[in-house]
């Protein structure tokens, strides 16, 4: 069955919206072939096997399935892809069943009417809204990967699935890997206790290099694998597609929100056909009237830059973040020489898919990864507002505005 008129997100929650088969940035080039080269899970004790559908097997999902494999504490009963040979070829690795591998749009539908308790949602996240709501209606766990939304009005929806989760007593968790780390943990706490004398100051970034950029064929259909990062409405562009590992860092560091942006941001790829921005930079204020600066680059021209890490600069000290790297507190009176991060990408998963296994087996719904989503979302929402349209933008105005990103459908299997 094939969707033959355009339809918003609004109007397809109604009917088919689903996820589709894409790694997301960073992603293991082998996927299912990582599993042996990574650490073994962290190990649980295991009562019992909670059910779980994988929505959204590319390269980064068809991994993370691999990892949540490797768990004791998980049996893979469906696996769900846009493409029913992604969908066979990576079932076929999990040793699903045949009739548990469901492919199209609406193929999560299904998965969840197969009898999963929980849905791991892996694939492109201007889905993620719907399909979660489906999965929280159901009666079912979210684990899903980041952005959880592209828009403001996706993001209120799930700040609201999160608290609805929570009084239907069910885990609604958002895998961000940089806090799971130990080293970034002894900064966070040492902040905490006036390392810094004031925070005056952040500087932060992400750096990557280049994705693809097809033309847009018939449908959509070919931008399902990898080409949706350069589409804003699919990805949320370079501040929620990737800065939001690092963006994400600072809010659960300060648990702070931005208040105002102002930046600039623009394409420099030849023959762009997505309207993803190929670098930028933003300044945000915080409500105490901390500055935060942060650059954004997406162009493979070797350049040496922050990449994902954070300095949150204060009157005594200086304090920094990192996905990879050297993490440390540098001066002041909670001084602390730190140490490298490392392996957070895998090691941070690992951590997340164990941590949703203990909130789920031992009733521990607070759902705090989804709230602070929303700060960090919001966030990035609005200095990628901000830099698109070149000027100064409140957060009020952003979240008065409710901008949505919409998608056309038409054409798409079902």
Known sequence: MKIDRFMTRRTFVEQ???????????????????????KPAPSAPVGRKLRIGIVGLGGRGSWIAGLFKQHPGYEIVAAVDYFEETANAVGDKLGVPAGKRFSGLSGYKRALDSGVEALVLEGIPYFYPEQAAAAIDAGCHVYMAKPFAVDVPAVFKMQALAKKATEKKLCFRVDYQ????????????????????CLAHIYSGGTCGKLPDPPVGPTIENLFKRAWY?????SGDLMLLYDIHIIDGITWV?????????????IVRP???????????????LADGTCWTHTTQLLQNNAVMYNLEADLMGREATAHLAYNGKVFVRGGPKHYVGEVSKGIYADGAKANIAEFYRCVTESRFDNETAHRSVDSTLTGILGREAMLRKTW?????????AKTREVNLRGLKA
């Open 393 to 401: 933008l409140t957060m009020d105005e952003v979240i008065k505005e």
């Open 254 to 266: 300060t648990g702070k929100r931005a208040v105002g942006a102002s930046g600039y941001a623009r």
């Open 178 to 197: 940089l806090p799971t780390d130990p080293a970034n943990q002894e900064v966070k706490k040492r902040i905490a206790e006036d390392a810094l004398g």
């Open 16 to 38: 088919a919206a689903g996820a589709a088969a894409v790694p997301l940035l960073a992603a293991a080039s082998s996927a299912l072939g990582q599993e042996a080269a990574s």
């Open 230 to 234: 350069s589409h804003i409405a699919m």
């Open 271 to 285: 023959d762009p056909h997505g309207d993803r921005t190929d670098c930028g930079g933003v300044v945000f204020q």
